[in-house]
C-alpha cells in the first residue's frame, strides 16, 4: 500500500502549482485525503482536507483566505492540491495523507514532495 506525492519544483513568488498523490495498493476512495506540509525547523501542519465524496473540506489555519484547493479523483486513486498566488512561506515538503476512517488518524501517509516558493 503507497501513496505516491509528486508535482513539487521551484516556483516564483505569485506563482501556482498543482500537486498530486497517486494510492496503490489499495482503494483509497473512502478514505478522507488530505496533505500537510513541514518547513525546515518547524512541525508538520495540516493544509486541507476532503472527505471521500467531496461532501466536506476542511482548511488548516495555513490556508485560511488562501488559493489552495483540494480535489479528488476516486477512480484514479488520486487526490490533488492547486496551490495559487504561492508565497515564500509556503515552502516546505508536501504529504499526503488518508485516513480511512474518518476520525483524523492518518494510517498512510506519502513520501512527501519539496515546494519552494522563491525569485
Known amino acids: 500500500v503507497q501513496l505516491q506525492a509528486s508535482g513539487g519544483g521551484l516556483v516564483q513568488p505569485g506563482g501556482s502549482l498543482t500537486l498530486s498523490c497517486v494510492g496503490s495498493?489499495?482503494?483509497?476512495?473512502?478514505?478522507?485525503m488530505a496533505w500537510f506540509r513541514q518547513a525546515p525547523g518547524k512541525d508538520r501542519e495540516f493544509v486541507i482536507g476532503?472527505?471521500?465524496?467531496?461532501?466536506?473540506?476542511?482548511y488548516g489555519d495555513v490556508v485560511q483566505g488562501r488559493a489552495f484547493t483540494i480535489s479528488r479523483d476516486n477512480a484514479k486513486n488520486t487526490v490533488y492540491l492547486q496551490m495559487n498566488n504561492l508565497k515564500p512561506e509556503d515552502t516546505a515538503i508536501y504529504y499526503c495523507?488518508?485516513?480511512?476512517?474518518?476520525?483524523?488518524?492518518?494510517?498512510?501517509w506519502g513520501q512527501g514532495t519539496q515546494v519552494t516558493v522563491s525569485s
Open positions: 495523507a488518508a485516513d480511512p476512517s474518518s476520525t483524523a488518524t492518518y494510517v498512510y
Open positions: 476532503m472527505s471521500w465524496g467531496g461532501s466536506q473540506t476542511k
Open positions: 495498493g489499495r482503494s483509497f476512495g473512502r478514505d478522507f
